[in-house]
């Protein structure tokens, strides 16, 4: 953990000093401009969404006991996408803070997306999580239909909004790093003392039960507080896909399951990661930015792919 | 203090369905305290949901459960967890985590929100261990176990929770013969040297009958006989409740009612069985 700790404090560094604008000590005010009031709050804000999306993805995967869970499995980037679209669509000149409509709806449509899965998902005693997945996706599929409708009816506006889904950070300001700091502060410290809890899912939801751990209940708290951690990423980011499902599993891979472990290991992974990635993304075709979610999904997806490769030879 | 003679366990009109289907229906028993309660009966008979109902697993639809003088529902299942530890029959282990690991969650109950485990906790999970013979496989993940070695981590992670009582879900299935004698003669042992009290479900008629002083015979979901081994096990009971012909002798060493089974229409043939 020390190892990724430093590693992201050199990535941070150098992400910094990368861009169009060459930096030059000593900063001329248009230089300081760029580091201070661009580049800083990008580069801070993409560690936290990918540390925000790499816990998620741990709890998750935790919950569901599903390798494959990632954070938008309960229809939060769909919700946050139909409220970012309400907000472009309608023009609303909303400014809370220094932020414009398009994050606060965002965040407001991501967590009443969630809310109704987790509503939906509520039978009985225990909050079966397969119901919950089920709904999830029925829920994603009609927010998608509806910003898809929305859409069709103004196309004028259509690239603005796929852009923005597609995940990005150049609208990274300091208002958007004030606006979900308190709830990622809170969400992290949640998390971390779920770890044990965590631990004791894993041995299956009846095991845990006898261990003495009231299920309902803590599953109940832990889709609460991954909601908002999701909420947050993505009403500032669009949705950004595998960070959120390959970091956990990668920290697994040197640190193995324990959750005590593997959560604050996940967090700095996911910020590692993300950070390299927007990084690429900014650099890779300068002055042009790739949306930082396809570059994420364009290495991902075979990267993935490698690690299954290697763990399987592993397990022979 | 616990006093012997208090029953640590009791059911009263105890009854459950699945919705529409019932599994239990009107069970009335006790548990002695200090005793090995063997739970028998056929397959669908409906033992492990009389398990289920008994760790707070499963909510009885009628009737109520009375454990340690205090009623089932008003006990708290992190309380309840520091009272009775349960072994499951079956268990997934997908994820590798080591042994030691493992019967440590037992300890979860105990353990303070912020403090971790104490010097306390980790000499109650090595005694635990080395009473089920699996301190030799602390560090080993529990992937890489045998069945018969999940199993007795599993037990040693119930003795982990210091439990007043034991519930086991046809503990020795994964057990081969040997393993199999260890494990009750050490259910034995809990009971004479740590004052546990154990239920048990058995699928073998003549280990339940050689180990434990309370049976309960069930068919179809009702209790058909309770009571020490002799009384539950004759031939009687035996052949109406499992529809199979028996023959009771006497188990050299042990004296205890061993049972011999036959089918019912038996063939003329000398060969058949």
């Known amino acids: 953990m020390v190892g990724l700790s430093l590693g992201l404090v050199v990535a941070a560094v150098v992400a910094l000093c990368l861009g169009p604008v060459q930096l030059k000590v000593p900063l001329d005010p248009l230089q300081r401009k760029v580091l201070l009031d661009l580049r800083l709050p990008r580069v801070i804000l993409a560690v936290m969404v990918g540390a925000a999306l790499a816990v998620t993805g741990v709890l998750f995967q935790g919950l569901f006991r599903n390798p494959l869970a990632d954070p938008y499995v309960l229809g939060t980037s769909s919700g946050a996408a139909l409220g970012a679209t309400i907000a472009v669509l309608s023009n609303a000149s909303l400014h809370l803070g220094g932020l414009s409509a398009r994050p606060l709806c965002a965040f407001a449509g991501a967590i009443l997306a969630t809310a109704l899965v987790y509503g939906l998902g509520r039978m009985g005693n225990r909050s079966a999580p397969t119901i919950m997945l089920l709904a999830g996706i029925a829920v994603s599929a009609f927010f998608s239909a509806l910003t898809s409708l929305l859409l069709y009816f103004r196309q004028e506006e259509m690239a603005k909004i796929v852009f923005w889904m597609m995940g990005g950070f150049s609208y990274a300001r300091w208002a958007e790093v004030k606006m979900i700091l308190p709830y990622l502060l809170v969400a992290f410290l949640l998390s971390r003392s779920f770890a044990r809890q965590l631990n004791l899912l894993l041995l299956g939801e009846d095991k845990a039960h006898q261990l003495g751990l009231e299920v309902a209940v803590f599953q109940r708290r832990v889709v609460f507080t991954a909601s908002i951690l999701v909420a947050a990423a993505v009403s500032v980011s669009g949705s950004i896909g595998f960070i959120g499902m390959v970091a956990p599993h990668l920290v697994r891979l040197f640190i193995g399951p324990d959750h005590r472990y593997l959560i604050p290991a996940s967090a700095l992974a996911g910020g590692l990661l993300l950070l390299v990635a927007d990084s690429l993304a900014r650099t890779v075709l300068s002055p042009v930015e790739l949306p930082v979610g396809v570059l994420t999904s364009l290495i991902g997806g075979p990267f993935f792919l490698y690690l299954l490769k290697k763990s399987r030879r592993a397990l022979h | ?273």
């Open chain 2, 1 to 273: 203090m616990l006093v012997p003679s208090i029953p640590i366990l009791s059911v009263e009109r105890l009854s459950f369905c699945y919705g529409e289907q019932p599994i239990l229906a009107d069970l009335n028993f006790q548990v002695p305290t200090g005793s090995f309660t063997g739970i028998i009966g056929p397959n669908g008979s409906g033992k492990t949901t009389l398990l289920k109902c008994l760790n707070k697993t499963l909510t009885p639809t009628d009737g109520r459960v009375v454990f340690c003088d205090q009623d089932l529902r008003g006990i708290r299942v992190k309380t309840l967890a520091r009272m009775m530890g349960v072994v499951p029959q079956q268990w997934a282990a997908d994820f590798a985590f080591t042994v030691r690991e493992v019967v440590m969650m037992g300890r979860f109950p105990y353990l303070h929100a912020l403090s971790g485990e104490q010097a306390a906790d980790w000499e109650i999970g090595r005694r635990a261990m080395e009473m089920t013979k699996t301190w030799e496989l602390a560090d080993r993940p529990i992937t890489q176990l045998s069945g018969g070695e999940r199993q007795r981590v599993l037990i040693a992670q119930a003795l982990a929770q210091t439990p007043r009582l034991l519930l086991l879900d046809e503990p020795t299935s994964h057990l081969d013969v040997s393993q199999t004698l260890e494990i009750c003669a050490l259910m034995a042992e809990l009971i004479r040297k740590q004052g546990l009290t154990i239920i048990a479900v058995f699928h073998d008629l003549n280990l339940a009958g050689r180990y434990c002083d309370n049976l309960l015979l069930l068919k179809a979901g009702r209790i058909y006989a309770q009571g020490s081994p002799e009384k539950v096990l004759t031939v009687e009971n035996v052949e109406a409740v499992f529809g199979v012909k028996a023959v009771v002798r006497d188990e050299p060493n042990t004296g205890k009612p061993h049972i011999f089974f036959f089918m019912k229409n038996r063939l003329k043939s000398k060969t058949a069985f």
